[in-house]
T-cell receptor, first 115, second 111 residues
């Protein structure tokens, strides 16, 4: 596709459940970022991939959050034992460059609601 | 992580007025970006700045990378109703790969 694609666009789940959010970056982009955005806030950095490896996961709030990018393209953000505080829009972005400069191109986000 | 302070938090202006917003950091950044986000959408890049002192324009938008590398501003001239939205600054800290965002400036333009 032409842009960053995220699925699902909306996910409603119950507290304690497991959730997976998928990101399909722009073809050829080596860098991939996950952000979390709460209402009225700016995007909060979670994790950054350069290729298949997580170059920086310092933004993951705790060990319930995990992300993978096994083939250097599609990435999955996994949240275990969801809590109500996890409710937010999860944004994925990709960039054609990694460590040097690099503009981020965002998807439309996956809105997660934990009841 | 590094904190970006973006101001003002919101602005209410008349169509045709100019707008200015800024972002500051406690540490040095080597990239500054300005994004606009509409409801239900991801942020869309407006302007990218890569060098201290750089001044870049994109139509009615002008942004500058502060000489101290700790700040940036965005100006919008002759605002129009479609300028409504939330504007975010974003910066890449020196010696770091991630991109940090400000809390946003919500712009309302009255016709």
């Amino acid at each position: 596709g032409a842009g960053v694609s995220q699925t699902p666009s909306n996910k409603v789940t119950e507290k304690g459940k497991y959730v997976e959010l998928r990101c399909d970056p722009i073809s050829g982009h080596t860098a991939l970022y996950w952000y979390r955005q709460s209402l009225g806030q700016g995007p909060e950095f979670l994790i950054y991939f350069q290729g298949t490896g997580a170059a920086d996961d310092s933004g993951l709030p705790n060990d319930r959050f995990f992300a993978v990018r096994p083939e250097g393209s599609v990435s999955t953000l996994k949240i275990q034992r969801t809590e109500r505080g996890d409710s937010a829009v999860y944004l994925c972005a990709s960039s054609p460059l990694g460590q040097v400069a690099g503009e981020l191109f965002f998807g439309e986000g996956s809105r997660l609601t934990v009841l | 992580g590094q904190q970006l302070n973006q101001s003002p938090q919101s602005m209410f202006i008349q169509e045709g007025e100019d707008v200015s917003m800024n972002c500051t950091s406690s540490s040095i950044f080597n990239t500054w970006l300005w994004y606009k986000q509409d409801p239900g959408e991801g942020p869309v890049l407006l302007i990218a700045l890569y060098k201290a002192g750089e001044l870049t324009s994109n139509g009615r938008l002008t942004a500058q990378f502060g000489i101290t590398r700790k700040d940036s501003f965005l100006n919008i001239s002759a605002s129009i109703p479609s300028d409504v939205g939330i504007y975010f600054c974003a910066g890449r800290p020196y010696n770091n790969n991630d991109m940090r965002f400000g809390a946003g400036t919500r712009l309302t333009v009255k016709p």
